[in-house]
């Protein structure tokens, strides 16, 4: 299938897997690539050596193009962006913030940069700043998440920009695809999809936890400190919704609550006090597999779906 | 188009209007059933015989089906719920609750019911009660909403039921149909964009606000009654929210300060402490005109993007 989004990343299917923070590493994203996606990598919580250390590692496993996530937010923005630049990556993406600050770098080196926009005027801005495509993200989507859902934000930002549109949030199979494409999009970014891939190396516990998601087991959580976030329901997001309605309870304490929770689930296996990041998609994810057999699945949907 | 759902109701194109509460009355359901699709008639907050005069009024302007709309948690819902079975009424759609009560007397008039369900459980649950449809019906919605995303909600509400599914949430445009024609729905429910009907008997300056949304213009409160509503943000909504944050603020305060609001938007033209309900897809509304037009040019854009 050919849109704008495979001829911009110069890839043979419209999906890109989303970089998720401590999940997404070399041997998920090289899988992904390898697979005819485009594969990305999270700086998230890496040192600048741990970040090269991926980017190698995943050059020695495709020789396809792939991608690095930063989320903006981290300390550890500024040096991954440098990095970025330094080896060359085919594309960043870029979320939670602007990525203004880093766009000549980044622009000198050849890379396309795609950042997630979460609003209409978030979209424009990034446009002038010279982002190649955008990740129009819906309330549906695991982690930090917008309010506006994926199927009314993606044909306004199809309707406000001049750029590619990869739709993001809710998309596990073909019909969310096929569906994200009538509404204006390029192609998709998967998450949640990906965390069952036999590549993707988070506990078996957290796999667990996805494949037995049923429709309602996601929440969201962490408004009152303006970080949204969407996990499955478990303890640690119950007790964090209950103590932000609790005017008692003050911001440092929420961000102590907060602190480290998604390094417990991802590295430690810990489902009861640990963030276990997942969108609503999850109730659509019902085994694990190999990633090259995802994307498949996805495309034979999407292709009985839309014959032309 | 021919779909599960036009057959079902034998109407032309898979468009329903959403009953809104005060707002979908006879002359803006005629207007849609006139048009190809399926009107309906609120039955919130009209007394035995209003609603009686509403449908012999809708029936005195077109002879295509409609329907009535009932509010299960409505002082109204049990003497609609006659009405409807007396006047035998082409179709009943059921919203906030369990028809369970009603079906009988609704079977036995030959209705076909068609609730409206935000969850897996309660699609099957309407479904062995005998449903003829459901309304699958996303966070996206205007008036009272679920946490599911119509996006993430309709492909596992057609996994789970075999019953046409009928999408609402988040559908203004021929894209908007279109994609959720790939997610399994038969059509969709389309609410917001038929306030901006000429038929739609709304004050203008409730108009101008559908009009003038933009995408991060609606918001949701109401969450600590149970009662989780969308509507344009303005004083009445904010307060709202900051209220039901507030532990010193009553339940009984709250319902207080809710009561009558969406009256004062649409009877009084009240923008201020009225409760101005609308969707997120309040952005994709841009003018007023026709229901009729309204109604092809959603069909318009789905030819278009759907060739076969």
């Known amino acids: 299938m050919t849109t704008k989004m495979t001829t911009l990343f110069g890839i043979q299917h419209p999906i890109i897997q989303g970089g998720m923070a401590w ?3 070399a041997q998920l994203a090289a899988a992904v690539s390898n697979a005819g996606g485009l594969g990305m990598i999270s700086a998230y919580g890496l040192s600048g050596q741990e970040l090269r250390a991926q980017i190698h590692a995943c050059r020695e496993l495709t020789d396809k193009p792939f991608g690095v996530n930063i989320m903006l937010m981290s300390p550890q923005a500024q040096e991954a962006a440098q990095i970025a630049a330094q080896e060359k990556v085919a594309v960043v993406t870029t979320s939670a913030g602007l990525p ?3 766009m000549p770098i980044w622009r000198d080196a050849g890379i396309k940069v795609v950042p997630v926009v979460a609003n209409v005027a978030m979209a424009k801005r990034v446009a002038r700043d010279g982002a190649s495509a955008v990740i129009a993200e819906g309330y549906e989507a695991g982690g930090h998440v917008g309010e506006l859902t994926t199927l009314t934000l993606v044909p306004q930002i199809a309707d406000a920009v001049d750029l590619p549109v990869i739709a993001a949030g809710g998309i596990a199979d073909g019909r969310g695809l096929a569906a994200v494409l009538m509404l204006g999009a390029a192609g998709a970014q998967v998450g949640t999809r990906f965390l069952a891939a036999d590549e993707c190396g988070i506990p078996q516990c957290f796999k667990d936890e996805v494949l037995r998601a049923r429709d309602t ?5 962490g408004k009152r400190r303006g970080i949204q976030v969407r996990a499955l329901k478990n303890s640690y997001m119950q007790e964090l919704a209950e103590q932000e309605m609790n005017p008692h309870v003050s911001n440092a304490e929420l961000e102590q609550h907060g602190s480290g929770a998604l390094w417990r689930a991802v590295k430690e296996g810990d489902m009861v006090t640990g963030c276990i990041m997942a969108g609503q998609a999850a109730a659509l ?5 190999p990633a090259a ?3 498949a699945q996805i495309m034979q949907g999407v292709k009985a779906l839309m014959p032309a």
């Not at 087991?217 to 959580?221: E, F, I, Y």
């Not at 994810?285 to 597999?289: D, I, Y």
Request: glycine letters at 0%.
């Open 217 to 221: 087991d996601t929440m969201v959580a």
């Open 100 to 102: 203004t600050r880093f």
């Open 285 to 289: 994810v019902k085994e694990t597999m």
């Open 23 to 25: 999940v997404a590493d």
């Open 293 to 295: 057999q995802i994307i």
